[in-house]
């Protein structure tokens, strides 16, 4: 164990060269490159909070968008159902409309039908009775049922009511009558037919010459023809006014 | 040779070798220890060529935790300027540990085991204590803390850090000394490989004086900012 002065001197030398050395080249650098490291770190610590806090915001944003547009999606859904309901209704009532409207049109259809049906079996129930009746009538048209009918027809022409007279007197006056056509389908005896013509004549409201015609085809019965006006009791007119009745 | 002769002589306490340039004679220990000066400052001007920000190399994050350590302790224990401490302290701790580890290699002695060696760096500690507690707080504040808490306890401070300052020397070159004695002594007893179980001893000898060693310096340092610590804690206190 000895102590030398030179090693000392030298070691406090290089000791304290070593320090600078060391400060300088070692222990600053490293520390300063731990310094920057640590730094960037917490400045990419920093933007990924950053980032992370972005990207949140973000989720949030679009979680409320996502919300308000569920809500809207609803609300659409429910306007849409509204409106589909409404339209539905709508078409409902047209088609119950359109539906009222067939119907009704099929029941004036068929009421038509029906009347039409009607009015045929009418019409040919009265052909079949008109053609019945005529030939019924044809056997019994004779002598005394033209009697009768004209005496019928006397009082009826002379139970004129007198604004029927009025209207036949006017008649002849405007339309210059100047004699009564009678036609029957036998021939009349003189005292019926005076009786006929003096009636017409009253009618008529002057004295006309009476022409007497005979008209087998009427049956039986009397026709008078005055002008515009025309005294019916036979029985081939009744017929056709019969049937006539039928076809109207 | 006798045996003794070479238990002592590869423990260096025979004196070290010499080697003589002209007139002028150097030691090994502190031709070891200039070598080990370059080394490391070549070693530093290496790494620091070759940091990395990105993407660090093994070597790199080994170096990066060591020097953060280090900058943690000198940090937990300076009130001031941590950073100005740290050069002198991690030093310390970095060039005892491998001027200890050198003894490992065969053919070549610890500088540690020199006492002019360990001694120097005592005396680098003796004067750093009032450099930087002089520097931290004034001249008043650290002349005072010589004559607290009365004025004759002057040179019992002063005693104290003499003393202590010599058995910081005194420890780490007995310490490193006594362990290579003990290797030569089993090396001639046991025979040549039955050391090896003891040269690991002297590895983990090695990493507890070189931690020692600087602890203590720190210590003595942050002692010496002792009234700067006191004044940092009672503005501390009133601030609560």
Redesign the interface.
């Known amino acids: 164990?000895?102590?030398?002065?030179?090693?000392?001197?030298?070691?406090?030398i290089?000791?304290?060269?070593?320090?600078?050395?060391?400060?300088r080249?070692?222990?600053r650098?490293?520390?300063r490159?731990?310094a920057?490291?640590k730094a960037?770190t917490a400045k990419a610590w920093e933007e990924a909070q950053r980032v992370k806090k972005e990207g949140e915001d973000l989720q949030k944003a679009y979680e409320n968008r996502m919300s308000l547009w569920e809500a809207e999606k609803e609300k659409a859904r429910g306007k849409l159902l509204e409106e589909m309901q409404g339209e539905r209704r709508r078409l409902e009532a047209e088609n119950d409309r359109l539906i009222q409207e067939e119907r009704e049109r099929a029941r004036a259809v068929e009421a038509h039908r029906l009347a039409a049906l009607s009015q045929e079996a009418e019409t040919r129930a009265l052909r079949i009775a008109s053609q019945f009746a005529s030939r019924f009538l044809q056997d019994l048209a004779t002598p005394d049922l033209e009697v009768k009918l004209v005496d019928r027809a006397i009082e009826e022409i002379e139970r004129l009511p007198p604004e029927k007279i009025a209207e036949i007197r006017d008649s002849v006056a405007r339309g210059g009558v100047r004699q009564i056509e009678v036609r029957t389908a036998f021939p009349l005896e003189e005292g019926r037919r005076d009786r006929l013509a003096h009636a017409l004549n009253k009618a008529c409201g002057r004295e006309l010459p009476c022409e007497c015609l005979v008209d087998p085809s009427l049956g039986a019965g009397v026709r008078a023809v005055v002008g515009g006006w025309m005294a019916r009791a036979n029985v081939k007119d009744e017929l056709l006014f019969f049937a006539s009745k039928g076809e109207a | 040779m006798s045996a003794a002769e070479f238990v002592l002589g590869a423990a260096g306490?025979l004196?070290?070798p010499t080697l003589r340039i002209g007139s002028f004679?150097?030691?090994e220990?502190?031709v070891t220890?200039?070598a080990l000066?370059v080394a490391?400052?070549s070693a530093?001007?290496w790494?620091?060529s070759r940091?990395r920000?990105r993407n660090p190399a093994g070597w790199q994050v080994v170096?990066?935790l060591a020097?953060?350590a280090?900058?943690s302790t000198v940090r937990d224990s300076i009130p001031k300027a941590p950073?100005r401490i740290?050069?002198?302290v991690?030093?310390l701790w970095?060039?005892i540990l491998l001027a200890n580890l050198i003894g490992l290699i065969p053919g070549l002695h610890s500088?540690t085991g020199?006492?002019?060696?360990t001694?120097?760096?005592a005396?680098?500690v003796f004067f750093a204590v009032p450099f930087y507690g002089i520097w931290a707080e004034g001249w008043a504040a650290y002349v005072r803390e010589y004559f607290a808490p009365m004025f004759w306890m002057f040179p019992f401070h002063v005693m104290s850090e003499l003393t202590r300052t010599l058995t910081l020397a005194v420890r780490l070159?007995g310490n490193m000394?006594g362990m290579e004695v003990a290797i030569g002594i089993l090396l001639l007893l046991a025979g040549f490989l039955v050391p090896v179980a003891f040269l690991f001893l002297h590895f983990i000898e090695a990493l507890l004086q070189a931690y020692i060693f600087g602890m203590l310096a720190l210590v003595y340092i942050a002692g010496g900012m002792q009234a700067l610590a006191d004044r940092e804690q009672r503005k501390g206190e009133t601030t609560r």
């Open positions: 164990m000895s102590f030398d002065w030179t090693t000392f001197i030298l070691q406090v290089n000791f304290l060269v070593l320090v600078w050395l060391l400060h080249l070692l222990f650098p490293v520390l490159l731990v920057e490291r960037a | 306490l004196g070290q004679a150097v030691s220990s502190a220890a200039t000066t490391l400052a530093a001007a790494t620091r940091l920000m170096l990066e020097v953060q280090i900058d950073e740290l050069p002198l991690g030093t970095i060039y500088p020199d006492l002019s060696v001694g120097a760096l005396t680098i070159f000394t």
